[in-house]
């Protein structure tokens, strides 16, 4: 009976010294593949977050630039309230504070950055 459980325990350790080195290698299979990937996600994770260069301030300032235009087209075609001008002079306000930092820019700089808030 005895020599019956030491061949048991021989099998049993046997049969983890062949699994073990299966197992491990497995492990090390996964982390190198897990490593790759996630190392490569985060690149392209970071890579598409940097690659936007849209000017969000400059966009907001054609964006409040198209309302003053369009309000003030609305405007041309009657009668004027008081309440109507009121709120020209907010969107003018609200454009002059917008678009401060781009008074001065050049043309081409300008329709290169407004062709990126179409985007």
């Given at each position: 009976m005895?020599?019956?459980?030491?061949?048991?325990?021989?099998i049993n350790s046997s049969f983890k010294n062949i699994l073990k080195p299966f197992f491990l290698e497995r492990?090390?299979?996964?982390?190198?593949?897990?490593k790759k990937y996630v190392f490569g996600?985060?690149?392209?994770?970071?890579?598409?977050?940097c690659s936007s260069r849209r000017d969000r301030q400059f966009c907001e300032c054609l964006a409040i630039g198209d309302e003053l235009n369009n309000h003030s087209a609305?405007?041309?075609?009657?009668?004027?309230?008081?309440g109507q001008a009121e709120e020209l002079k907010i969107l003018k306000d609200k454009k002059k504070e917008a678009c401060a930092a781009y008074e001065n820019m050049s043309g081409p700089e300008m329709l290169k950055r407004k062709s990126e808030c179409g985007e």
């Open positions: 005895e020599s019956n459980a030491l061949n048991q325990k021989e492990l090390f299979l996964y982390l190198r593949f897990m996600f985060s690149l392209l994770l970071i890579m598409t977050s609305e405007l041309l075609k009657g009668e004027v309230t008081k």
